[in-house]
C-alpha cells in the first residue's frame, strides 16, 4: 500500500504549457489509491481541458467561484475545498502563481483557495530558464520555502521556448516519487531496517513427506506489511506460504529451519527491529531418505534431532537491535511467555494461544497478549490480524519512545 493511499489530495493547476502533463499527475495519484480534486486557473484550461481532468479524477473540475446550475447560480466553496484535502498540490506553479502566492493576490479560485487551506502545500515551479533564475521569481520561491510550504526542484532539459536549462516543471512521476519520500521521512520508522521471519518450516522426512506446521505465515506477513506504511526498510523471511508481500519488501524465501536461521543471522546485524513470528519446526529427521519410502516397507520410527533455535541465536547476538518474540502455549501461558523473554534475551514476546475461539493458525483473526522486558502485561481483544499488527508495533514503538 502506497504511503499516498487513502489520501485526499487537491491538485491546482496554473495556466503553463506544463500543465499538459497533469492527467498523468491525476492517473499516478488515483493508482497509488489517493482521492483527487482539482481546481484550475482559468487560464490553464488553454492548456489542458476540465472534461479530461474530471473523467480521470471522477470528481467535477473547479475554475470559478460561481457556476450556473439550473439558470442558478452556484458557490464553489474554496474555504471547504481547503479543508477538505490532506494536501495540496501546485503542479504547475507559474511565475505568477507563485507571485499571487506570496503576495496574497487573491484574484482566482486556485489562490483563493491556497490561501484558505491548512494542508502540507507541495509546489512544483514551471517556467523558462531566465524566468526560473530572475531575482524576483528566486524570492518568491525563497519566501515559500521559509513560511513551509515544499518548493520542489525544477528539471533540466528543453524548454519550449527551444532553449535549454533549469525551470522545466519534474516529470508526474519524479513528482509523486517526491512528495512520497517526504511523507515516509515522517513516519516513525522511517530509515529504520526491521527484520521479519514468517510462516512454518518444513523439515524433510523424505523427497514426498515433510514435519511441519499449521502456520499459515498471516501473522508475519501482516506485521511486514505495517512495518513498511510505517515507513521502514523490511526483510522478510519467509518459510512455505501462498502469500503476496509487497513489491518494496525484500523477501527471502526459505524451507527448513537451518534456511531460516542462516538468513536471519545474514541480516540481523544490520537491523533495528527484529521480529520472529515465524513458527519454526523445533525438530528435524536425523535421517532423511534419498527416496519416497514405500509404504510397504512402513516406518517403525523417526529418530529427531533439534533445529537450530533462530529466536536464541539472535538474543545472544544482540547488541541495538530490538528483539521480539512470539510464543504459542497452550498451558502456563503468561509464566512460560516471561520465561522465554529472559531465556533468550529478548526486549518484549507476544504470547498467541491456541485456547481463543477464532485465533491461532490458518484464520484471519488473533487475540494475543504483549508482555515487555519489564513484565508489563498488555492483553488484547480478539481482532484481525492487520489490526493485531498496529497493536504490536504501537506496543513497540512506545516501548522504544
Same mark, same amino acid.
Given at each position: ?218 501473522? =508475519? +506477513? @501482516? /506485521?511486514?506489511? &505495517?512495518?513498511?506504511?510505517?515507513? $521502514?526498510?523490511?526483510?522478510?523471511? !519467509? ?14 524465501n526459505v524451507l527448513t529451519a537451518e534456511e531460516m536461521f542462516a538468513h536471519a543471522l545474514e ?57 521480539? =518474540? +512470539? @510464543? /504459542?502455549?497452550? &498451558?502456563?501461558?503468561?509464566?512460560? $511467555?516471561?520465561?522465554?523473554?529472559? !531465556? ?58
Amino acid at each position: 500500500m502506497s504511503v499516498l493511499s487513502g489520501k485526499k489530495i487537491l491538485l491546482g493547476i496554473s495556466g503553463g504549457i506544463a500543465a499538459y502533463k497533469t492527467p498523468l499527475i491525476v492517473r499516478l495519484l488515483k493508482s497509488q489509491g489517493a482521492e483527487v480534486k482539482i481546481v484550475m486557473t482559468p487560464s490553464s484550461k488553454d492548456f489542458v481541458t476540465p472534461l479530461t481532468l474530471s473523467t480521470l479524477s471522477n470528481h467535477p473540475v473547479y475554475s470559478t467561484f460561481t457556476e450556473e446550475m439550473h439558470d442558478n447560480p452556484v458557490w464553489n466553496d474554496h474555504v471547504a475545498l481547503g479543508k477538505w484535502a490532506d494536501l495540496f498540490l501546485i503542479a504547475p506553479a507559474t511565475s505568477n502563481t507563485l507571485s499571487a502566492m506570496v503576495h496574497a493576490k487573491c484574484n482566482n479560485l486556485l489562490i483563493a483557495t491556497y490561501l484558505s487551506c491548512t494542508c502540507p502545500v507541495y509546489i512544483a515551479p514551471a517556467m523558462d530558464l531566465d524566468m526560473y533564475a530572475h531575482p524576483a521569481n528566486q524570492q518568491n520561491l525563497a519566501e515559500l520555502n521559509r513560511i513551509g510550504k515544499k518548493v520542489l526542484p525544477v528539471g533540466e532539459g528543453f524548454l519550449a521556448s527551444g532553449l535549454h536549462g533549469k525551470g522545466r516543471m519534474l516529470e508526474p512521476e519524479e513528482i509523486i516519487s517526491y512528495i512520497s519520500e517526504e511523507l515516509k521521512s515522517g513516519l516513525p520508522l522511517y530509515g529504520k531496517k526491521v527484520l521479519i521471519t514468517a510462516g512454518p518450516t518444513y523439515e524433510p522426512i523424505d523427497p514426498v513427506r515433510f514435519i511441519g506446521n499449521h502456520s499459515s505465515g498471516k501473522m =508475519g +506477513f @501482516a /506485521l511486514a506489511e &505495517e512495518a513498511r506504511q510505517l515507513g $521502514a526498510h523490511v526483510t522478510l523471511i !519467509s518459510g512455505p506460504t501462498v502469500l503476496d508481500a509487497s513489491p518494496d519488501i525484500d523477501r527471502h524465501n526459505v524451507l527448513t529451519a537451518e534456511e531460516m536461521f542462516a538468513h536471519a543471522l545474514e541480516h540481523f546485524a544490520e537491523t533495528d527491529i527484529a521480529i520472529a513470528a515465524a513458527a519454526v519446526a523445533d525438530f528435524k529427521p536425523r535421517n532423511v531418505g534419498d527416496q519416497k519410502i514405500k509404504k510397504e516397507n512402513g516406518i517403525q520410527s523417526i529418530e529427531l534431532d533439534k533445529t537450530p533455535d533462530v529466536l536464541a541465536k539472535m538474543g545472544e547476538l544482540k547488541n541495538k537491535q530490538f528483539l521480539l =518474540g +512470539f @510464543a /504459542l502455549e497452550t &498451558e502456563n501461558e503468561i509464566s512460560n $511467555a516471561i520465561k522465554k523473554i529472559k !531465556s533468550k534475551n529478548l526486549d518484549a514476546i507476544v504470547l498467541n494461544s491456541l485456547n481463543e475461539p477464532g485465533a491461532g493458525f490458518s484464520v484471519d483473526s488473533n487475540k494475543v497478549t504483549y508482555i515487555d522486558r519489564n513484565e508489563t502485561i498488555i492483553p488484547f481483544e480478539l481482532k484481525s490480524k492487520i489490526l493485531v499488527a498496529k497493536d504490536i508495533f504501537s506496543q513497540i514503538l512506545t516501548q522504544n519512545a
